[in-house]
């Protein structure tokens, strides 16, 4: 990229940044810095603007940048993101949303403690909430690392890690000046900027080849290097059978995780009633929807006009398959064209990774100080305290994140999202789903259901493929690999549930019939809901 078009491309690039910060300069100046507000928004959402919102939060960098570079390397079997996010919301629509809105109050472990004991419950489900939401930041983060490397015309590990440690200042900026009034306003702007500019993307891929989706597939397989096999099943998960049962864990995981998701499920707090959660899922479905049938067009348009070969070359797990592709659909690489819309679609992304990183963050700060911090201190400390320690929060889980990020640069975002669903899916489903529905569920339940899905899950990544035993590993020089799986879902996701029961079934503390009842009429009709 010339001198002049680099400079057009960053300036573009600032300005999403600048418009991100004086969004949250404007809604700070006009918070109260109640804890209602900080982490609700007062709860004054309509279902729309939170349908937009919650649809700017799920649609991440993994979406965006993510999928579409699975499906340039892999074909078929890297639609399987696409699906499994997009199937996952009818689990959340079913099964959570009204009831989690009728229930809770900031975060999940609100729902659990309605009728279990306070202090155990939300110090297992605090601690679970942040891990999954790290798991999840490193991921953006790993994102916004390629991506402004590219953008500056180098990939060197200096420019990606200070790009890194400057995503996560920013977060914290946001989430500490704004909470979620702020945090909202930054999804639903960046879910707009998001649909335009992949469906801009979408229409010039499909205007290349006439409107023929034939000849866009098999100029896909063609330029792969791998012909008809990179549009049938088994490239990527169809090896041998553990390859089968790795496909069938990440299906897993992404299906059921959704509905475990920390910043997903406060989400349902920020609108007024349980029929505007639902409404609020409707419209998110739509527009997930439409975006993710393009993340399909995207990324065999990165395959068929880049090339496989380009991608992997520019960034080993595809994670800039969509700015190349931007590049190539605007007149090519030194073209004027070319730049502005590589500048306009990474401009693009990186406002998804800030908004995405603030809601999450947001979600993370709000465990510690709601659920961790409340549990330790006097029952009747005052709330703008727990504000002030969220504000502190929020920059010690950047901190984390930031750390962990550096490590974790060379992998796919949208594969270090699903370690983050497998983990949600196993340690937050099983006691969410148990607290609902079941009568009997006791507090050493709750208890068990959390950790006997967490640690499996952590403990099982960290002996997988993903940490050691291959090139690809983030330690790619050491070898203390035991599980052969690189996402645990498929036995720590019925672990979760597994012990769950165990801990219901041996407690000796009976169910409280009236607290099941209470909460049960509250779920179902709203009634005493906050």
């Known amino acids: 990229m010339s001198g002049d078009h680099q400079t057009l491309a960053l300036l573009l690039f600032s300005t999403s940044v600048a418009v991100t910060l004086g969004i949250t300069a404007w809604v700070s100046g006009h918070r109260h810095g109640s804890a209602e507000e900080f982490y609700t928004g007062g709860r004054l959402f309509s279902p729309m603007e939170n349908g937009f919102a919650i649809a700017g939060d799920y649609m991440s960098a993994a979406s965006f940048l993510g999928i579409s570079g699975v499906i340039a ?21 079913l099964l959570v949303a009204e009831l989690v809105r009728n229930c809770g109050r900031f975060t999940l472990a609100d729902v659990v403690a309605a009728r279990m004991a306070e202090r155990p419950v939300r110090i297992a489900a605090g601690t679970s909430s942040v891990t999954v939401s790290v798991l999840y930041l490193v991921a953006q983060m790993v994102g916004a690392g390629s991506l402004v490397a590219l953008l500056l015309g180098g990939t060197s590990g200096a420019a990606r890690a200070w790009t890194v440690i400057g995503v996560g200042a920013l977060m914290v900026i946001h989430v500490s000046l704004g909470g979620m009034r702020a945090t909202t306003w930054i999804q639903i702007v960046k879910a707009v900027l998001l649909m335009a500019g992949a469906l801009t993307l979408t229409v010039l891929v499909l205007v290349r080849f006439h409107g023929d989706v034939n000849a866009l597939l098999n100029t896909a397989a ?24 790795d496909f069938i864990s990440l299906g897993l995981a992404l299906v059921l995780g959704t509905a475990g998701l920390p910043h997903i499920l406060s989400r349902f707090c920020t609108v007024p009633t349980a029929r505007a959660a639902r409404r609020s899922v409707i419209w998110s479905i739509g527009l997930i929807g439409g975006f993710y049938l393009m993340t399909i067009v995207l990324g065999f348009g990165a395959a068929a006009l880049v090339g496989s070969d380009a991608v992997r070359a520019a960034n080993p797990a595809g994670n800039t398959a969509v700015p190349l592709l931007a590049l190539d659909l605007g007149g090519g690489a030194g073209s004027t064209g070319g730049t502005v819309l590589f500048a306009v679609v990474a401009a693009v992304a990186f406002a998804t990774i800030l908004a995405v990183v603030a809601g999450i963050t947001l979600a993370s700060s709000a465990s510690v100080a709601h659920d961790l911090y409340a549990s330790l201190k006097r029952p009747h400390a005052k709330k703008r305290g727990e504000v002030a320690v969220a504000r502190v929060a929020a920059a010690g889980v950047g901190a984390v994140s930031i750390g962990l990020s550096l490590l974790a640069r060379d992998l796919n975002v949208a594969f270090l999202v699903g370690l983050a669903f497998a983990v949600a899916a196993s340690a937050h489903l099983p006691v969410l789903l148990y607290s609902l529905f079941w009568r009997n569920f006791t507090t050493r339940g709750a208890v068990w259901s959390v950790y006997g899905g967490l640690i499996p899950a952590v403990v099982l990544v960290l002996l997988s493929p993903v940490v050691s035993g291959s090139p690809e590993s983030v330690f790619p020089g050491a070898d203390f690999q035991l599980f052969p799986l690189q996402n645990p879902g498929v036995v720590s996701i019925p672990l979760g549930f597994l012990a769950g029961w165990i801990g219901t079934v041996t407690s000796a503390e009976p169910p409280d019939e009236a607290k099941h009842a209470q909460t049960e009429v509250r779920s179902l009709t709203g009634a005493g809901a906050v």
Do not use: C, I, N, Q
Not at 228 to 234: D, K, N, S, W
């Open 73 to 93: 390397l892999f074909g078929y079997d890297g639609m399987l993101y696409s699906v499994g996010f997009l199937v996952a919301w009818l689990v959340v629509l």
């Open 222 to 245: 063609v330029r792969s290097g791998h012909g008809v096999e990179f549009l049938a099943p088994g490239l990527k998960y169809g090896g041998d059978g553990t390859a089968r049962l």
